[in-house]
């Protein structure tokens, strides 16, 4: 199991939330989910930052879920969202309790 960061730039969380809505949908073909998803930053000319943090059960999955033909479809979309990516991959997972 992996879990992966990932930062985003938002320039427009409305369409985010559409290119968010396809992502995570092809996610699950790969089995990988959602951990958490929250705004940093919201800014009233719709502009901000979201912090993600996924899972996936390996890191073959996660490449080829970032290699997906239909991912690659929503290249525009997230282009019209997304201002910066900063993607950090955890290759071991602590537990504490």
Do not use: W
């Amino acid at each position: 199991m992996i879990q992966i960061y990932v930062k985003l730039g938002v320039k427009d969380f409305n369409c985010f939330e559409e290119f968010e809505r396809q992502a995570v949908s092809l996610m699950k073909k790969y089995q990988g989910k959602v951990i958490t998803a929250f705004e940093t930053v919201r800014h009233a000319d719709g502009t901000g930052e979201e912090i993600h943090i996924l899972e996936f059960p390996s890191e073959s999955e996660f490449a080829e879920y970032r290699q997906d033909g239909d991912l690659a479809k929503l290249t525009a979309l997230r282009e019209q969202a997304v201002s910066a990516t900063e993607v950090k991959v955890s290759l071991r997972i602590k537990s504490y309790g």
